[in-house]
Nanobody, 116 residues
Framework: QVQLVESGGGVVQSGGSLRLSCSASGSIDSFTMSWHRQAPGKQREMVAWINSGGHTNYPGSTRGRFTISRDNAKNTVYLQMNSLNPDDTAVYYC???????????WGQGTQVTVSS
């Protein structure tokens, strides 16, 4: 199991960009990593994932605007967010799941606020 810590959230104007980071306490080489978000009064949704081989997927409406990447040497996964709009305002969480394991690790979340 690894501990995950998100950073990089903040306040940005509509149309702007942010880059979130998720730092792990240990190696994530064998982990599928993902980003999720939850806004007040809304369901939590997965916005992106990247597996141990580097394959990515973007379920939902963020595809084309968000990019997930990983740097295994730094035990870190990133979420580059471009063309942000107020609907992107949420707490963003990092998730890690080792291959062939049912256990997951979650970070504490980082707040992203997009103003109009």
């Amino acid at each position: 199991q690894v501990q995950l810590v998100e950073s990089g959230g903040g306040v940005v104007q509509s149309g702007g960009s942010l880059r979130l980071s998720c730092s792990a306490s240990g190696s994530i080489d064998s982990f599928t990593m993902s980003w999720h978000r939850q806004a007040p009064g809304k369901q939590r949704e997965m916005v992106a994932w990247i597996n141990s081989g580097g394959h990515t997927n973007y379920p939902g409406s963020t595809r084309g605007r968000f990019t997930i990447s990983r740097d295994n040497a730094k035990n870190t996964v990133y979420l580059q967010m471009n063309s942000l709009n107020p609907d992107d305002t949420a707490v963003y969480y990092c998730n890690g799941r080792k291959s062939f394991s049912t256990r997951e690790s979650w970070g504490q979340g980082t707040q992203v606020t997009v103003s109009s």
